[in-house]
């Protein structure tokens, strides 16, 4: 199963007292996917260290590592 969001753009430039609500919720939510994308981020990042026999998190390998796992994040 895939959840998505979509923002109505509309409602929310012209939100009412009514919709503030809404918007709380909205907000928490999106808080908790960032939250979790970041310790999934962390996550790869750590087990890529711990199993690198010569990690340098500055090489070239690491950093070209690090911007493609940031890419794919952006890029979903």
Same mark, same amino acid.
């Given at each position: 199963?895939?959840?998505?969001?979509?923002?109505?753009?509309d409602r929310f430039m012209k939100a009412r007292?009514?919709?503030q609500e809404?918007?709380?919720?909205?907000l928490e939510r999106i808080k908790l996917i960032r939250t979790s994308e970041r310790m999934f981020y962390q996550k790869i990042t750590d087990i890529?260290?711990?199993?690198s026999v010569d990690y340098d998190k500055?090489?070239?390998?690491? $950093? $070209?590592f690090y911007k493609t $796992?940031?890419?794919?994040? $952006?890029?979903q």
């Open positions: 199963m895939v959840q998505g969001f979509a923002l109505n753009y007292k009514s919709d809404y918007f709380k919720r909205l890529f260290a711990e199993n500055n090489s070239e390998t690491a $950093i $070209i $796992i940031k890419i794919s994040f $952006i890029m």
